[in-house]
């Protein structure tokens, strides 16, 4: 027999030798071995969850209230401890401007209103609460008034022609008041008032319901030491 023929009934004998494998048994093998690795999954994570739960007792022991009520743990570990210096730093810091710029008209006549005398009437000229002009009145003839507000970033220009030759006060504060020269018609003040900050208020009075109207009045309504008292207000801050 040649050995091609040898190595082939060789090769057939061999095969008809083997089983068929037990394909019931292999997979009831397989289920088996599932299940094993299922318990031991679950048993590690039993394991890391009781560890977990440890760590958590022992936080919330560390830190009461910590899980029960998280408000209450922000509130014990966020509120800083009283200081006597955090009060004298924070009355001693030096207050911010409220305002910059011009201050709006409503608002100006808003705070004149406030420091006007008691037993004054008061009303707004048409346009008055666009230009800073108010109506005032004791009962013997309308008064126009006047005012102006701003905070002003450069004050040389003002120092110069409003406030020349004016000596300053203690605090660097410029008042400057002027009258209308006799016979001018209709009467008229101004009080001029320059802060050290830049605020400057300028306040006018007339003795009548208008600029160029004809007087109504023989004296103004607001003295002119009551009119420096108003443009002087801390009020204006």
Request: hydrophobic share 35%; proline share 9%; net charge positive.
């Amino acid at each position: 027999m040649p050995i091609e023929e040898d190595f082939t009934e060789a090769l057939r004998t061999t095969l008809l030798t083997f089983e068929p494998p037990n394909t019931p048994s292999l997979l009831q093998a397989g289920v088996r071995n599932g299940r094993r690795r299922r318990r031991r999954r679950a048993t590690a994570v039993g394991v890391s969850g009781a560890a977990v739960l440890a760590l958590v007792g022992l936080g919330a022991a560390v830190v009461p209230g910590l899980l029960s009520d998280g408000r209450t743990a922000d509130h014990t570990i966020a509120r800083p401890a009283a200081s006597a210096t955090t009060g004298s730093a924070t009355a001693s810091a030096t207050p911010k401007p409220a305002f910059t710029g011009t201050l709006p008209a409503d608002r100006a006549l808003a705070t004149l209103t406030a420091l006007l005398p008691t037993g004054l009437t008061h009303s707004s000229p048409p346009g008055g609460r666009q230009s800073g002009q108010l109506w005032v009145d004791d009962g013997h003839g309308k008064s126009l008034l006047e005012v102006h507000v701003s905070r002003q970033t450069s004050t040389s220009a003002i120092r110069s022609h409003v406030f020349a030759g004016t000596k300053p006060l203690a605090d660097g504060t410029l008042i400057k008041s002027r009258q209308a020269p006799p016979g001018t018609d209709p009467g008229h003040e101004t009080v001029n008032v320059l802060h050290p900050d830049g605020l400057y208020v300028t306040l006018m009075e007339w003795q009548a319901p208008s600029q160029n109207g004809p007087a109504t009045r023989t004296t103004p309504i607001l003295t002119p030491a009551q009119l420096r008292v108003i443009a002087t207000s801390s009020q204006w801050q």
